[in-house]
């Protein structure tokens, strides 16, 4: 799976920068946004909005831009106005990607994405073409030295988790979305300190893109839609070997 280990670390090193740039703050309000607008503005009886929150403390983002946030989506300030939808297509090597947006312009957004599928050789879709390739996850990242792998597994389990696995610089807990409250509260129970949570789609299966050309073209995508800024999370089925990945100069 080593296309997927390579985009992870760019896409969290981007997130990094662009948290910095405030880009990211940008995307996390939206979140908070529509799911205050959608569950109310307690964390503690919206998951969804526990889950924004969580993300955006976890990036650093100040305390009145959240609440700032919360209030827009339940109407207090203005702001709140955000449609999402889900845009499928295909990337090159007949990639499935899934791109989850939030916005406040279909017309302008729909557009805008279509022309960067097209400027990597891809397609944008029609509805339900790819969503079901994907699951959704629920995955909370710790860094490697917070625990050994056999108390973690053990810890995970028994709050309901169903995985637990190496990624890069980091142990990852997969679990169940329902799931993901309750693995959070016991590992900071349990004294870990959780480096960041979120619900993902995953893909059930996976496309090898064995061309390096076929591959930047693929990589190119993803960080075109990624810097979207009306793009949350973008997900695809690649994986890039090795062979491919040295190629390109990355591996």
């Not at 910095?20 to 503005?41: C, D, E, F, Y």
């Not at 792998?149 to 679990?175: K, M, P, Y």
Request: glycine share 8%.
């Amino acid at each position: 799976m080593a296309g997927h280990s390579h985009w992870a670390n760019i896409a969290r090193k981007k997130s990094l920068v662009d948290a910095k740039r405030g880009k990211l703050w940008s995307k996390l309000a939206k979140a908070i946004i529509v799911a205050a607008k959608h569950g109310g503005a307690d964390p503690d009886a919206n998951l969804r909005l526990r889950y924004a929150i969580d993300a955006a403390k976890a990036v650093s983002m100040p305390k009145e831009n959240i609440n700032r946030a919360i209030k827009a989506g339940t109407g207090e300030l203005k702001g709140g106005n955000l449609e999402e939808s889900i845009y499928e297509g295909y990337g090159a090597g007949g990639v499935a990607v899934l791109c989850e947006i939030l916005t406040d312009n279909r017309n302008r957004t729909a557009p805008e994405i279509r022309k960067i599928f097209e400027m990597c050789d891809g397609k944008l879709g029609a509805t339900g073409c790819v969503a079901w390739m994907f699951e959704r996850r629920g995955l909370v990242r710790l860094p490697l030295p917070a625990c050994d792998e056999e108390r973690l597994l053990e810890l995970a389990l028994e709050a309901g988790a169903d995985d637990v696995s190496r990624g890069g610089e980091h142990w990852e807990v997969r679990c169940e979305p329902s799931s993901m409250s309750a693995v959070i509260d016991a590992l900071a129970a349990a004294g870990l300190t959780v480096d960041s949570s979120e619900i993902v789609r995953e893909p059930t299966n996976t496309v090898d893109v064995e061309s390096p050309d076929e591959a930047r073209k693929v990589l190119d995508l993803m960080e075109r839609l990624d810097d979207h800024d009306d793009v949350q999370s973008v997900a695809a089925n690649f994986n890039i070997p090795d062979e491919a990945l040295a190629a390109l100069g990355e591996g």
